[in-house]
């Protein structure tokens, strides 16, 4: 009987091909889109995701992972370019770029991606709602006055003028979302042709073919731009700090997060953090040179690059040169798209970026995490995306210091068993537990608790008090002066080695005196408890 033969394993070439043509088939009609989003050419959208997608793949430390221009950073380009030009976007990415560097020679990614679930979904949610606001004008034909900012001036605007808008626009949009939709409804097809393709391609040839008369992209060079120099007006520099610091931010942290994905889904070895900082700064400085504008890891074409079967991270190179083939190619073809297309896509896509299950269980957890959610998807829809990381991370550190704050860190347990002390001088012994590590949170919490004890002899257990900072160190000091005034002994046990470090440095050891500080709370109780009976047989 002839053996069955064995299925041959797919080799890695083959993987980062597919991977990287699916990836690169999703990534054209968002980079058009976002480009668009952010107030530029709709060009300079492949620029970045063709140069982009090949630097930080080379040189990333998220193999698998696709980069390019997100709807995200398109929230603070579209600012940069309205407040300042459109040359200042590549001054603003070349800093963005040095930051992230300088972030990742540091050492600082895992540090950069550490953020509250709570902020994490309101920021998205925020986020959607203003790309989804910034689209209206091209999903209904008609544009709000330039100087209009913010989603409620704009949406009011909308609102007392839609006599004005464009039936046919709005009716190209509203197919457009309706495809995206339902394409997402089917089965595996929509995982090897995307619903946005198709419904670019689909509703651009029906536009044509009907002739509408609605707004166009507009003509888009064949084939990439040589290598120029960004101008730097010296002058507006430290303007762009700001915007720059914003960009550098936020695409630091998706990239992190796109690439944390990209671990789970892959199951291969987890990203360098700081590595792939350093590759997404190196990439912000590249496609400034070549038109682009500022990017980042994208979740979405990352996690179809690894469905496709991307191996190693010459799939994110073969995004990068499938897109630039597509752009010799089919360059003139993407005169034809009507703005209402791209706007439709990305309307779904905000949509989308709302995680309402998310949303549902922060809202199920606690107040305090469900009032953080809000209060930074209000200072992103109404302010900024800086500030809203900011509030979000001022709210959750309050909310925390207060959850600590009322938990009721320590306790009395009686002296410990087995002591062998009479019932008379053990009752003047009184043993304070700490059970978690000391901060300015809960420090004067402490000291209420401290002070309301009857006993003569305080012995205060930190077992578990593995860390305290300089304010809870100083209540400590207050507390031993104020127990030495009313003729109260204050002992500390089982004392971490960085908590005695501190009271060292600060002096509480030596005003304390190291006949107070022992190893184990049994060996305070039995030594105070022998000093007492001494007294008590002298007397």
């Known amino acids: 009987m002839a053996a069955t033969p064995t299925a041959r394993p797919t080799p890695p070439w083959l993987g980062d091909l597919m991977g990287g043509i699916t990836s690169g088939v999703v990534a054209l009609p968002l980079a058009l889109a976002f480009a668009i989003a952010s107030g530029v050419d709709p060009k300079a959208g492949l620029y970045t995701a063709i140069v982009a997608g090949i630097v930080a793949s080379l040189v990333g430390g998220a193999p698998l992972q696709i980069t390019g221009p997100t709807g995200a950073m398109a929230v603070i380009l579209v600012g940069i370019v309205g407040q300042y030009g459109l040359a200042q976007v590549w001054v603003a990415g070349l800093l963005a770029g040095l930051m992230q560097v300088a972030l990742g020679l540091a050492r600082l990614g895992r540090t950069v991606s550490v953020l509250p679930l709570p902020v994490i979904t309101g920021f998205t949610a925020g986020i959607g709602v203003i790309i989804f606001a910034g689209q209206l004008g091209n999903a209904l034909g008609t544009k709000a006055p330039a100087e209009l900012h913010g989603v409620p001036a704009q949406a009011a605007w909308y609102a007392l003028h839609l006599p004005a808008v464009s039936p046919a ?53 064949q084939g990439l731009p040589w290598p120029s120099w960004v101008t730097v007006q010296w002058a507006t520099l430290p303007a762009l700090l700001h915007p720059a610091l914003a960009l550098a931010a936020l695409g630091s942290i998706e990239s992190l997060l796109s690439a944390t994905v990209a671990d789970r889904l892959s199951g291969g070895p987890k990203h360098d953090p700081d590595r792939e900082l350093v590759g997404q700064g190196l990439a912000n400085l590249a496609v400034p040179f070549f038109g682009g504008i500022p990017c980042t890891g994208a979740i979405a074409r990352t996690a179809v690059n690894i ?62 995490d469900m009032a ?29 210091i ?35 590590p000391l901060f300015f949170g809960d420090a004067h919490r402490l000291e209420e608790i401290v002070l309301a004890d009857r006993h003569r002899v305080v012995v205060m257990r930190l077992r578990v008090a593995s860390t305290m900072d300089v304010t809870a ?51 305070a109780v039995a030594a105070v408890g022998r000093e007492l009976l001494e007294r008590l047989a002298a007397a």
């Open 402 to 436: 207060r959850r600590m704050a009322d938990v009721h860190v320590i306790d009395h347990p009686e002296v410990p068993a087995g002591s062998g002390l009479p019932a008379a001088i053990a009752s003047e012994i009184g043993v304070i537990d700490v059970d978690r």
């Open 169 to 221: 626009t709005l009716g190209l949009t509203a197919l457009v979302v309706a495809i995206k939709l339902g394409w997402a409804r089917l089965g595996r097809i929509r995982l090897v042709v995307p619903g946005s393709l198709v419904a670019l391609v689909v509703v651009t040839c029906l536009a044509s073919w009907l002739q509408l008369d609605v707004a166009r992209i507009g003509a888009i060079p």
């Open 473 to 523: 160190a100083l209540v400590l000091r207050d507390l031993h002066r104020e127990l030495s005034a009313r003729g109260v002994r204050l002992v500390l046990s089982d004392v971490a080695p960085p908590v005695l470090g501190l009271l060292e440095r600060v002096g509480i050891v030596e005003s304390l005196g190291r006949e107070n500080i022992f190893l184990h709370a049994e060996d």
């Open 372 to 400: 953080v959610l809000l209060l930074t998807w209000g200072a992103t829809v109404f302010f900024d995306l800086v500030t809203a990381v900011e509030v979000g991370l001022a709210a959750s550190a309050l909310f925390f």
């Open 307 to 368: 469905r496709a079967g991307a191996r190693t991270r010459w799939s994110g190179v073969v995004h990068g040169v499938f897109l630039a083939l597509v752009l010799v190619v089919l360059g003139p073809l993407a005169a034809n798209i009507p703005l209402a297309v791209l706007a439709g896509i990305l309307m779904v896509i905000s949509a989308r970026m709302i995680e309402w299950d998310q949303i549902a269980l922060v809202a199920r957890s606690t107040k305090s």
